[in-house]
Each structure stands twice: as C-alpha cells, then as structure tokens.
C-alpha cells in the first residue's frame, strides 16, 4: 500500500512541506542558479523570522497565509520530473504480466529450456500452494 499521509498533518509537517513547494516553486521562476539561491535564501530567511512563535492561533494563520500566497504565486507551467505523475516519461514503460510467457511459440520456449522447465515447475508449485491455503476450485455446472 502507498504510504500516503491520513489524519491530522502536525503544524512543523505543514511548515517543512509548505517551505519544500516554496522552493520548488522558485526553481520554477528562476533557471540561473545564483538567481534561484539568493531567493532561497530570502525565502528561508522569512521562515526564521517566524520560528519562534509559541501561539499556535498566530502560527498556523501564519502558514495559511503562506500557503495562499504560494499559491497565486505559483508558476503557469511549473516543473516536472520525468517519472513523476505529470512527467514526460510518467508510466512510459509497460511492463508486460507473467502470462505472456506462457504464449511463447514452442520454438521460441525451446531456446530457454532450463527457464521453462523452471517455470513450470514453480506454477505447478504455486497450484499446490493455493489449493492448499484456498482448497480446491468447484467445478459449477452450467444449466
């Protein structure tokens, strides 16, 4: 399963992910590094100034409003990795199931015979297995 956050977000998770999209959302403006570094260090110094506030009512209208202004500063085309969701190579290799093997042409199985005789006999294991976790299938006549 993907280990994706539920529930409650802490208040310094929320300040560590909106400070990590601050900055992706600055590579997104300025492409020179030296530009992008001397606005991440203007940006991290605006986190600092922040740190210290014990009130949490104060804090998290703090990490809204950085979080509103974050977003209508957001880049109209930002950056993607390539295989991340979005990406131009997100999903691009597919990658065929197991049983494709199993429609080899007999010529093409008998350059590989060790693998296949491997193979079938790890199917043969595998039926076994599962009939002996599951039981056997019922045959259901059809009327």
């Known amino acids: 399963m993907a280990n994706l956050p539920t529930g409650i977000v802490s208040h310094t998770r929320r300040v560590q ?10 590579e997104d403006w300025y492409d020179r590094r030296e530009v992008f570094r001397y606005q991440a260090v203007l940006m991290r110094q605006r986190f600092e100034e922040n740190r210290n506030v014990k009130d949490m009512r104060v804090a998290n209208s703090i990490v ?23 990406g131009v ?21 008998a350059q590989y015979p060790e693998y296949f005789a491997k193979r079938e006999l790890r199917k043969k294991e595998f039926i ?12 259901v006549p059809h009327h």
């Open 89 to 109: 190579a997100y999903q691009r290799e597919v990658i065929p199931p197991d049983w494709i093997i199993d429609h080899w042409h007999p010529l093409e199985k």
């Open 128 to 139: 076994r297995e599962y009939e002996k976790k599951y039981g056997k299938a019922s045959v």
């Open 17 to 26: 992910s909106l400070y990590k999209k601050a900055l992706r959302s600055l």
């Open 64 to 86: 809204e409003l950085g979080e509103e202004e974050l977003f209508q500063k957001a880049h109209w085309l930002p950056k993607k990795f390539p295989l991340s969701p979005g």
